[in-house]
């Protein structure tokens, strides 16, 4: 098991690696020099082979994926004397026209898109896998029936669809709820909660309709699995079978939801825009907008780093839920 | 005496364990050092229990098993030695009936269609009086050239799995467990038909089988398998009559007979 | 004469499904005995495991039984769920074919039988019911069963596994065992050892086997009684003297000389031996016409004549041979003739 573990994580620690060198690559070396957004207008060469000295985006694709690696454990340091600025470590680069560190943007944007991410993957939990669970058990049934609709209609319509309907029925029309706007938890919970319903609402309606199927297969294979009918044959109840046969739908639904998970916490940008909450997903589109390649890249690093960090807890979760993966 | 369609000379297969490095790296020894003949005209059959191999023996006799040491010649040629080529060659001289026939036709194409396919990938044309001949060489008729796998029994289903393992004219057919998925009473019907093309047609069989009653009844020669090892050979009548090795001896006496003590 | 474990009077079982509803099992009755094995045997379509199953009330969703079935004095058909419940593990247990798919992958082997064990009776203690399930596992035969009943059932081999979901089905010692296919995923020397240890346990228990099977070597080597079921309906019942010497249905003769046979008799001196194939297919109740469902593949139809397209035979008393009971038949011939020609 150790073994296992130990070896799982090696992985992981590559695949990081890899993923970063990919990114570096292909946003500071195939896309147009920062360095220009910089340094305003006009920009004659010399100023602008300054300003790219000073970002250090002047430099090869390879010199600066060492000097990243570097700076997420040690820091980084751009420029000298007057000009100087210190990234301290872990540093995920320097976004020069907000004149931060990308961890400190970063750090700022996390609680915002925490919220967001928990609050409708809870949610989705709970109406994908309760949902799933009733059609499969009442197949064929009104339920059943309304289900599959739902998850039709959830895969099929684009998040900023349903996002707008969500602010002009609920915002607008009913005046129900809050459309746009973030209150932090420690500020008050309540408030907090009331400014989120709708984004909440919006995703995991979105991604309650992948529970809903996986779901309902799952149990109705499980359902009519061999096992199930002897545990009947012993003597079980009906309602003691069901609650074993929900032991066989975890496992793939952890292993989706820890992907879900973590795709959310790398921020949502369309909910977030639409809500115009402040998170990650914001974050990465003002980057991308204003061609700062820094928040691009710690952005695209940091959730790919929750991706496979998240990957790697399912895949240390499994062999507990079934103990057909465990190992020797 | 013509040189046997089949000659296998002390082959082994070890196949790699999954998982890596470290544990296992030795793999698992699934034909230990065999030798084996089939003759022309010959039906041979191979029992054992499962895990002993005999499956991993049969598929190198067309090459879908690469052994891992030994040589083994199929109609006096080595297989090893046969490029991409000349295996496809080999191939259409060595047809293979498998176990399950549902699992082996493909449920989207009807049987003129699985049929036809044979003889494109062998770059051969054909007429439908040919593929009628041969469903009725299996003992079907012609309406079963626009059926789909789904549309018939798994005997018929198999008796399409005999044409077209016959359809390219074969010397030498292995028969993987051909029966076991069917009814009894399906059963026979199988294995009558492939035993009247060994006796018209010349055709040498390699018959895999855990069942030794089958084995015994359409076999001339039988070869026992035990983990990985041939541990017996001999003609079928004296296999069966008088086994001397512990293996076979148990799986003679383990096997139910459908009578009563006298 | 004592009550039977079993008794199953005119037993039929019908499928609905998109508003049809047909018959796959009809007018079945049967009669076990304690102590005493009674074999199913059947091919594809007979209804030989659905059979089973709605003696258990285990029926698929769409599938519904009529008729009566009476197992260990309780009336199965019109128990409420409760009562099925307590019936369930307790008066009538169950071995399946395919041991892997009938074990829990997520539980360990003691916690089947232990909550088998608790099911019946909640008062046993967890590590009680443990302990009998170590008990158990040395009972049929699982050497070092401290250790095993820790084990997964993916752990086991196939014949490991199929003594284990054994010790499961008789740890309350139930009345009767309906055992479908229990050996024809294992190998030969595994199938006789555990048709041994069946044996072993059903003198020590005194119970009554149902044994669902289609392979008559096992049926020979294991049954008291047989029952031959052809398309949903009784073909034949019988004593196995009279059912394997005497057969009185075209289809049971044909099956048996269908099967292959390693003994002595056959052997021919050189020319090879040839089984006598049945032509066709089987089939099911659903797909046959009015008369007897094998009438298209008998090759006595043709003396009987029109007779066996047109009205399905009913079981008919036969003659038995010495000490034998009851002889059935469903054949509008009174008597096969000598020659086994049966088969076309």
Known sequence: MIVYIARRIFTAVFMLLAIAFVTISLFFGASKDPARAMCGKPCPPETRAKVSAYMQTDQSVVWQYTEFVKGLFVGRTYGEGAQQVHCHAPCFGYSFPNRSDVTTLIAERLPVTLSLALGAAVLCLVVGIGLGALSAIRKGGAVDRFSTGFAMFGLSVPTFLV????????????????????????????????????????????????????????????????????????????????????????????????????????????????????????????????????????????????????????????PLLDPRIRRA | MSEPILEMTDVSKRYRTAGGFGRGRKGFLAVDGVSLHVERGEALGLVGESGSGKSTLARMANGLVVPTSGTVRTDGQDVARLGRRGLRRLRRNVAMVFQDPLASLNPLQTVRQTLENVFRAHGETTSTAELVALLESVGLGADYLGRYPHEASGGQLQRVAVARALALKPDLIIADEPTSALDVSVRAQILNLLADLQRDQGISFLHVSHDLAVIRLYSDRVAVMQRGRIVETGPSDEIFRSPQHPCTRALVEATPEAELPA | MPDPVLQVEDLCVSFTSGGVTADVVRDLSMRLDGGRTLAVVGESGSGKTITGRAIMRLLPRGASARGRIVVAGREMLSADERELRRARGSDVAMVFQDSMSALSPYLDIGAHIAQAVRLHDPSVTRRAARARAVEMLDRVGIPGPADAVRRFPHEFSGGMRQRAVIAMALVNRPALLIADEPTTALDVTVQAQILALLRELQQEYGMAMLLISHDFGVVGSAADDVLVLYAGRQAEYGSLRDIFDHPAHPYTAGLRAATPRLDARLDTGGERTRLRAIPGAPTSLRDAGPGCAFAPRCGLADQVGERCVVEAPLPTVRPTSEGGGLHLAACHLDRLPATQEVAR
């Open chain 1, 163 to 318: 996002g707008l309907l969500v602010v002009q029925v609920f915002g607008f029309m009913l005046n129900a709820l809050p459309y746009s706007g973030f209150v932090s938890f420690s500020e008050s919970p309540t408030d907090w909660a009331w400014h989120l319903i709708g984004p909440w609402m919006v995703l995991s309606f979105i991604l309650a309709a992948g529970y809903i199927r996986v779901t309902r297969t799952q149990l109705l294979n499980e359902l009519s699995a061999d096992h199930l009918v002897a545990m009947t044959a012993r003597g079980a109840s009906t309602r003691q079978v069901n609650r074993h046969a929900v032991r066989g739908v975890m496992v793939p639904v952890v292993a989706m939801f820890a992907l879900d998970v973590t795709a959310l916490l790398g921020g949502s940008v369309i909910a977030e825009r639409v809500f115009s909450l402040h998170g990650l997903g914001d974050l990465l589109l003002s980057g991308v907008n204003e061609s700062d390649l820094s928040i691009v890249v710690g952005v695209t690093l940091f959730s790919a780093f929750l991706i496979i960090v998240g990957n790697l807890i399912a895949d240390l979760l499994m």
